[in-house]
């Protein structure tokens, strides 16, 4: 997976035990965790940093976080 393969979305809320909550640039509203290879890049999110996440095929409410935009930090 590449991180091209995601759909750009904002961090909201960082939620317990290491999840976010994201909205999508369309609207949705949906809970995310770090990928894998991101879980060792991106060890501190904060509200308002763009990221690129891949959304879950079996469930509508979940997403997995792939990338940060560079140059995106929220504060």
């Known amino acids: 997976m590449n991180a091209s393969d995601g759909r750009p979305a904002v961090v909201r809320e960082r939620l ?3 999840m976010y ?3 999508l640039e369309g609207g949705g509203r ?3 965790h770090l ?3 991101a879980r060792a890049v ?3 999110l904060v509200a308002g940093d763009e990221v690129l996440v891949k959304v ?3 469930d509508d409410g979940a997403c ?3 990338a940060r935009v ?3 930090r929220g504060r």
Do not use: F, M, Q, Y
Request: no cysteine; proline share 12%.
């Open 35 to 37: 990928a894998g290879d």
């Open 56 to 58: 879950s095929p079996t």
């Open 30 to 32: 949906l809970t995310a």
């Open 21 to 23: 909550l994201v909205e």
């Open 16 to 18: 317990p035990n290491s």
């Open 64 to 66: 997995r976080i792939v």
């Open 42 to 44: 991106l060890t501190r």
């Open 70 to 72: 560079p140059g995106r």
